[in-house]
């Protein structure tokens, strides 16, 4: 099947460093990948819309400066918490949306963000 | 402003009977709705995709039925097994833009 793959899955660093999140989506082309967070028992909320070749859509009260999105080729989009702190500390989450249509979303395992 | 609602309290059954989550949503129709599995410390799982013209879907020991005048879906597990044990979540295209909204997700535990 369909497979996304994210690397990290767990970080842990200080307050004030940028992580750099990568997702892969590894048998099939996504010219749209999506970005999630998830906090202890709530639903994932969605982040941003990345568009493979043009700017990420940011959901209403997500800073894009903070999030950064690129997505520089059709397998691989990747997010940059910029100077995280302690309140950035969750659980991020992607998908890709497979190019051949009429397919459901496929998510990666997801990153454990611990900012100390 | 939309909702989407799944029973916010964990769900205990006995191995070997039938599970029934339930996903309600106001104030849209959806073109479809989805249902997910989440492991603890995983990414979700696509179980099942079902359409606004579609009143019931199948697979394996799994059965989704979507009522558009109610506005929900029930998702069925029959003959559970503790390895069914995990956090299911439904979601819908609240946007149309193919961007998906999600519930809280129930919590499912299948004793043994």
């Known amino acids: 099947g369909a497979v996304v793959s994210q690397h990290p899955s767990r970080v842990i660093c200080k307050s004030g460093t940028s992580v750099k999140i990568e997702c892969r989506s590894l048998?099939?082309?996504?010219?749209?990948m999506f970005w999630y967070r998830q906090f202890p028992k709530q639903s994932l909320m969605l982040m941003a819309t990345?568009?493979?070749?043009?700017?990420?859509?940011?959901e209403q009260g997500v800073e894009k400066d903070k999030f950064l999105i690129n997505h520089a080729s059709l397998t691989l989009s990747t997010l940059t918490v910029t100077s995280a702190h302690p309140e950035d500390s969750s659980f991020y989450i992607c998908?890709?949306?497979?190019?051949?249509?009429?397919?459901?979303?496929?998510f990666g395992d997801g990153t454990r963000l611990s900012i100390l | 402003s939309q909702k989407i609602e799944q029973n916010s309290e964990a769900l205990n059954i006995q191995e070997g009977k039938t599970a029934t989550l339930t996903c309600n949503y106001t104030n849209y129709s959806p073109a479809y709705l989805q249902w997910y599995r989440q492991d603890p410390g995983r990414g979700p799982v696509f179980l099942l995709l079902i359409r606004e013209n579609e009143k019931e879907k199948r697979k394996e020991r799994l059965k989704v039925t979507f009522d558009t005048t109610l506005k929900q879906s029930l998702f069925h597990i029959t003959a559970s097994q503790p390895a069914d044990s995990a956090t299911y979540l439904c979601?819908?295209?609240?946007?149309?833009?193919?961007?998906?909204?999600f519930g809280k997700g129930t919590m499912l535990l299948v004793s043994p």
């Open positions: 990345s568009n493979e070749g043009s700017k990420a859509t940011y």
């Open positions: 048998d099939f082309q996504a010219t749209t």
């Open positions: 998908s890709a949306r497979d190019n051949r249509g009429n397919q459901p979303q496929h």
């Open positions: 979601a819908l295209d609240i946007s149309g833009y193919s961007t998906l909204t």
